[in-house]
């Protein structure tokens, strides 16, 4: 198992998988992944990060403004997505811990996440990794013609922005 910065040859393991995230109805509003260009630009240059296992990538995690305000510099959301094929083993949590040390690095006092409240898997990793649960929005968005309400998490840095 080894954790790496995100490559261009990454690229459609990243997106196959989020496709597949996507099919579950219980990790994004979004009904198709997006081209590259368009996930690229929403993403910030660092932070993304890849599981590899057996040469495959068996798991991602992207970093995204919340804001284009300089108040909000040190505030980004996470992704993170695994191959179902690959649940289960940890790698979530080893994702969230590199993800959680790059970006203080890169002076990101905040990480937040907006969680699906029946996606009791991310929430348990969130939990793990140290992430409190801050918030809750009700029938924030529909999928598929129903309502999902979103749990609120957040990690501050003890390092970044202290």
């Known amino acids: 198992m080894l954790i790496k910065k995100m490559l261009p040859e990454h690229l459609e393991s990243v997106k196959k998988i989020y496709e597949l995230g996507i099919t579950t109805?219980?990790?994004t509003f979004e009904t198709k992944a997006p081209n590259w260009e368009t996930w690229d630009k929403k993403h910030l240059p660092f932070g993304r990060l890849v599981c590899i296992i057996d040469e495959m990538v068996?798991?991602?995690v992207a970093i995204s403004s919340?804001?284009?305000r300089n108040v909000y510099e040190g505030v980004a959301e996470i992704s993170i997505y695994l191959?179902?094929?690959?649940k289960g083993l940890g790698i979530g949590y080893l994702l969230l811990g590199e993800l959680i040390s790059e970006s203080e690095e890169d002076g990101i006092w905040t990480l937040q996440a907006g969680i699906f409240e029946e996606n009791i898997p991310s929430i348990?990793?969130?939990?793990?990794?140290?992430?409190?649960?801050?918030?809750?929005r009700e029938k924030l968005g529909q999928l598929n013609n129903q309502w999902h309400n979103i749990v609120l998490f957040e990690k501050r840095s003890k390092i970044a922005g202290s």
């Open 58 to 60: 068996a798991g991602w």
């Open 25 to 27: 109805g219980l990790a």
């Open 66 to 68: 919340v804001s284009n």
């Open 83 to 86: 191959h179902p094929s690959f």
């Open 124 to 136: 348990r990793l969130h939990e793990k990794a140290g992430f409190r649960k801050v918030g809750y």
